[in-house]
């Protein structure tokens, strides 16, 4: 069943999350592009962007649009209910957006939620996760690598 889900809050604009269609992935592209160039995520661009958004393991993906045709954010469930691809429009941040699509997440996949991230101290994501609840609980090395073929460690997060 395909529930359109419109979030309306003061401290949020206007938001329509629904269920991501095969439409969407060119504009999910070219969101995925700006985020790269504004905050390095992905860590390496993949070389096919498209399939990248579709994981083996995904379950579902979920789009947040503010007006139709824009899409300000997205997000993915992949082996029941672990968070991956989840990426904010630059334009729309602090604007609950990221929060807003974690909500859904957390109601379609009753409840607790784990997520993995690469291990910056300074990263926005780190910042982001820990300022909303979500509970560091070890670090690992990444079976990929970075783009000059680093070793990369991962934070793991529950919520």
Same mark, same amino acid.
């Given at each position: 069943?395909?529930?359109?889900?419109?979030?309306?809050?003061?401290?949020?604009?206007?938001?329509?999350?629904?269920?991501?269609?095969?439409? =969407?992935?060119?504009?999910? $592209?070219?969101?995925? !592009? %700006?985020?790269?160039?504004?905050?390095?995520? #992905?860590?390496?661009?993949? *070389?096919?962007?498209?399939?990248?958004?579709?994981?083996?393991?995904?379950?579902?993906?979920?789009?947040?649009?503010?007006?139709?045709?824009?899409? =300000?954010?997205?997000?993915? $469930?992949?082996?029941? !209910? %672990?968070?991956?691809?989840?990426?904010?429009? #630059?334009?729309?941040?602090? *604007?609950?957006?990221?929060?807003?699509?974690?909500?859904?997440?957390?109601?379609?996949?009753?409840?607790?939620?784990?997520?993995?991230?690469?291990?910056?101290?300074?990263?926005?994501?780190?910042?982001?996760? %820990?300022?909303?609840?979500?509970?560091?609980?070890?670090?690992?090395?990444?079976?990929?690598?970075?783009?000059?073929?680093?070793?990369?460690?991962?934070?793991?997060?529950?919520?």
């Amino acid at each position: 069943m395909v529930h359109d889900v419109r979030v309306s809050d003061l401290s949020v604009r206007p938001l329509t999350i629904r269920t991501r269609r095969e439409e =969407d992935l060119d504009l999910c $592209v070219e969101l995925l !592009r %700006e985020v790269r160039l504004a905050n390095g995520y #992905p860590m390496k661009w993949p *070389s096919d962007p498209r399939a990248w958004l579709e994981p083996p393991q995904l379950d579902q993906a979920w789009v947040a649009q503010s007006s139709p045709g824009v899409i =300000d954010g997205h997000v993915a $469930v992949q082996n029941g !209910r %672990e968070i991956t691809r989840l990426f904010v429009s #630059p334009a729309a941040r602090r *604007s609950r957006v990221a929060s807003a699509l974690i909500d859904h997440v957390s109601v379609r996949a009753g409840g607790r939620l784990i997520l993995t991230v690469v291990d910056k101290a300074d990263s926005a994501a780190v910042v982001f996760y %820990e300022a909303t609840g979500w509970r560091y609980t070890h670090t690992t090395t990444a079976d990929w690598t970075g783009p000059r073929g680093e070793p990369v460690r991962l934070r793991h997060y529950v919520r």
